[in-house]
Structure formats: structure tokens, C-alpha cells
């Protein structure tokens, strides 16, 4: 197998060579660079759940080629396998969006021996219409972000959260290779460190320069003035705007109203749930005690103590100056995201 390298000068985050889904292990990441192969829905459940892939766009790729790897041609194991891999995880729809967009294909496909080629061609498509939304999304949001050169970002929305560019990492992208000056702030992003580890990562292998920052020093920085904007990724964003996005997004965007710093949301169209009336709605991905309790084998917090660890929180959106998407800008005041994406097409 050789391993593509996108444009960045990074492998694929996700490819689909003979029956198989090849994954970059973002768990090894940075140390190491590995590639996982899943040729079973099991495996790519597993892969989804464990984050080896993850970032909203990312997963619902995965799932979609994780689809086609149920027992070839038979009708009820692909529907066995997306009521599975929906169980993968909670809070980012475009998992929904694309197990809905094959389940589609395969209603529509009335011979079963076509069915595997069909659901591929599909799952295919779907991984291409996002390069071209994270193409389109790095151009309209590079035009937002132009006379920024001091960019924060919280957890990772780059490459390894998508097909190819990013969402909030695309117009970062965009600008470093129009030559514009740009420099990024990533936050480590506790408690699994996307941030620190994949942003940081991604972001280096590209030439950008990159300086990771705790978390709790975003209020400090923005204080001392030294950012220009903040712009994060999105899991699920609802009718009126509010968006759930990593947990940590909602407190750096209180911070970044209270210093009158922009806070722009980047995501693609099948991030939106239009469906869910606002965020209070989304649901959240409660994750296990140790990822909070444990650094590697050492114990961290007392067993008498609990432990809380949502994976999200949601950002109402009057804290949102804009949410940038591949059909163009919805600005602030965010009021029916329905009516603003018709007109913004
Ligand atoms: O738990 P993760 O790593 O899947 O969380 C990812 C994020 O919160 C990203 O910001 C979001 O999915 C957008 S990815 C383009």
C-alpha cells in the first residue's frame, strides 16, 4: 500500500484501498506515525470510539466506508451495520448525516449484487464532497481572517478532522501559502490533548508556526492583547446557531467577547442538525473516568473523589461572530440558520 500524502505534506487521514479502511492512528500521534486497517464494521466502530479517527467530518467518512464493510451484498447486515456505527458516538452529526446519506443509497439500490459498489461509490463521494468543502470553507473564511496574523484554536479542526484541509484550519492554510504572516495559538485541549498533539502536529508538518498553550492561558493572552481571533470547528450546530464543539469552546468564547476579540465557527453544511430547535438539544458525549483520573499509569485524582468528563460543551450563538461554511458566511446576530444558508447559496 502506499501511502498518499495530501497537500499538506501529511499522509491521508482516511483511505479506502481493497476492502479496507486505512486510518491514521491519531491515538500514536505525535510520536508516532501509524496507519491502522479496519476491514471489519467492528473494527471501525472501535476506531471511531477510541478517536484513532475523529473530528466531526472525519467520522462520518469512516462510518460511511465503515458501512461497506458488512457482509457483501446482503441487505440487512449494511442496516445492522449503521444502527451499529451510530452507536460509535453521540454529539457529532455528521456521523447521522452520512449513515443517512447510505442508507439512501441503499434504498434506491434495487439490485443486490450492485449494492457493494453502490454504497462505495457513495462513501467515496461523501469523502470527496467534504475536500471540496474544506476547500471552499478555507477560501471564504481566509477572506475573514486576513488582517489577523495571531490565530487561537481550541482542539483539532485540521486535516486529521476532515478529508483534506480542515475547517477552522483551512483559512489558516490558505493564508500561510498566500504568503500572509499568520502564526497560530493552539490550546493543549485537556484531557485528551488534540490540541497539543494533532494541531501542533499537522500545523508543523505544513510550515505554519504553532505555539501550544494550556488551556487556562487564553484569558491571560487575550488580555495582553496578543489575539488577533479565535476560530474552532464545530460537532453540531443547531437552527438558532448555537454550537457544540470540543468541551472548553463555550469559556473561550465568553473570554473572547469579554475582550472584543472575533470568535468565528468554521463548519461544513452536514455539521448542521437543523432538526434541533438549539443546543440545549445536542446531546453530549459523557467519556470514561480515567481519561480525566489517569495520566498514563499513574493515578491523578482520589478514588473517593468523582469525575465529570463531557467531551462537549455548546457556545450560544450571540458569543459567535460568524460561522464560516462552504456555501458562504452566516454573520452575527445568528437569528434562523435556515433562512441564512438559502440566501447565503
Ligand atoms: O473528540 P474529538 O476529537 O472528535 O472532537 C473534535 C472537535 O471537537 C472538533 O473541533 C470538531 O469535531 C470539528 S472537526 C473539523
Same mark, same amino acid.
Given at each position: 500500500m502506499v501511502t498518499l500524502m495530501n497537500q499538506n505534506g501529511i499522509p491521508e487521514t482516511l483511505q479506502f484501498e481493497d476492502d479496507q479502511l486505512i486510518l491514521i492512528d491519531q491515538t500514536r500521534l505525535? /510520536?508516532? $506515525? @501509524?496507519?491502522?486497517? =479496519? /476491514?471489519?464494521?467492528? #473494527? $471501525?466502530?472501535?476506531? !471511531?470510539?477510541? @478517536?484513532?479517527?475523529? &473530528?466531526?467530518?472525519? !467520522? %462520518?467518512?469512516?462510518?460511511?466506508? %465503515?458501512? =461497506? @464493510?458488512?457482509?457483501? %451484498?446482503?441487505?440487512d447486515d449494511y442496516l445492522r451495520a449503521m444502527d451499529y456505527l451510530a452507536t460509535s458516538r453521540p454529539t457529532a452529526v455528521n456521523l447521522f448525516w452520512a449513515l443517512d446519506r447510505m442508507k439512501q443509497c441503499l434504498d434506491s439500490c434495487t439490485e443486490d449484487q450492485q449494492l457493494h459498489d453502490r454504497l462505495v461509490a457513495e462513501a467515496r463521494r461523501i469523502h470527496d464532497e467534504d475536500r471540496q468543502m474544506c476547500r471552499d470553507i478555507g477560501f471564504e473564511g481566509a477572506a475573514i481572517l486576513s488582517g489577523c496574523e495571531r490565530i487561537l484554536t481550541h482542539c483539532n479542526a485540521g486535516g486529521l478532522a476532515t478529508s483534506t484541509r480542515g475547517t477552522a484550519l483551512a483559512p489558516i492554510y490558505h493564508l500561510h501559502e498566500q504568503g500572509h504572516a499568520v502564526e497560530v495559538f493552539a490550546d493543549e485541549t485537556r484531557p485528551l490533548l488534540q490540541g497539543a498533539r494533532l494541531t501542533a502536529w499537522e500545523l508543523s508538518q505544513a510550515g505554519v508556526p504553532v505555539t501550544v498553550l494550556t488551556d487556562s492561558m487564553a484569558g491571560g493572552l487575550m488580555r495582553a492583547g496578543k489575539v488577533d481571533a479565535v476560530i474552532v470547528g464545530a460537532d453540531r450546530i443547531a437552527r438558532n446557531g448555537d454550537v457544540a464543539n470540543k468541551v472548553g469552546?463555550?469559556?473561550?468564547?465568553?473570554?473572547?467577547?469579554?475582550?472584543?476579540?472575533?470568535?468565528?465557527?468554521?463548519?461544513? /453544511? /452536514?455539521?448542521?442538525?437543523? #432538526?434541533?430547535?438549539? %443546543?440545549?438539544?445536542?446531546?453530549?458525549?459523557?467519556?470514561?473516568?480515567?481519561? !480525566?483520573?489517569? #495520566? &498514563?499509569?499513574?493515578?491523578?485524582?482520589p478514588e473517593d473523589a468523582d469525575v465529570m468528563n463531557p467531551a462537549f460543551d455548546v457556545t450560544p450563538a450571540k458569543l459567535i461572530n460568524a460561522i464560516i461554511t462552504e456555501r458562504g458566511v452566516i454573520r452575527s446576530p445568528i437569528s434562523s440558520i435556515q433562512a441564512d444558508f438559502e440566501s447565503a447559496k
Open positions: 505525535p /510520536s508516532e $506515525v @501509524l496507519t491502522l486497517r =479496519c /476491514s471489519t464494521v467492528e #473494527q $471501525v466502530h472501535d476506531a !471511531i470510539y477510541r @478517536l484513532v479517527v475523529r &473530528g466531526a467530518p472525519a !467520522i %462520518g467518512i469512516a462510518a460511511a466506508y %465503515g458501512v =461497506c @464493510l458488512a457482509k457483501r %451484498g446482503v441487505r469552546t463555550y469559556p473561550l468564547a465568553v473570554l473572547a467577547h469579554y475582550h472584543a476579540v472575533p470568535f468565528y465557527v468554521a463548519a461544513p /453544511s /452536514s455539521t448542521f442538525d437543523l #432538526q434541533l430547535e438549539n %443546543g440545549d438539544a445536542i446531546p453530549i458525549e459523557e467519556r470514561k473516568r480515567d481519561e !480525566i483520573s489517569m #495520566q &498514563g499509569n499513574r493515578t491523578v485524582v
